[in-house]
């Protein structure tokens, strides 16, 4: 009897090892996981910087079309006079 319970406890033993290990594995996933978020995130922000800038440049580039038509426009009543 007393061989048998010296033997389960092996057992025992051996399965909080693998469950100590699995949790650990686990606990590294999650980790691996925070990170991807954070890149993630990072990568949205830059993004969203970028657009912004994009956006920007956009709105210079019609502002001075804009500018231009203006221009074109004094320009050709000028020469009907």
Not at 29 to 51: H, L, P, R, Y
Not at 52 to 69: C, P, W
Request: net charge negative.
């Amino acid at each position: 009897m007393a061989d048998v319970f010296i033997e389960a406890f092996g057992v025992i033993n051996e399965a909080s090892e693998i469950f100590a290990k699995g949790v650990y594995v686990f606990n590294k996933g999650s980790g691996i996981i925070d990170e991807g978020v954070e890149t993630f995130n990072k990568g949205s922000d830059i993004i969203g910087e970028d657009a912004e800038a994009f956006n920007k440049g956009f709105y210079v580039i019609a502002k001075g079309v804009d500018r231009m038509d203006k221009t074109k426009t004094l320009s050709n009543k000028a020469q009907n006079y």
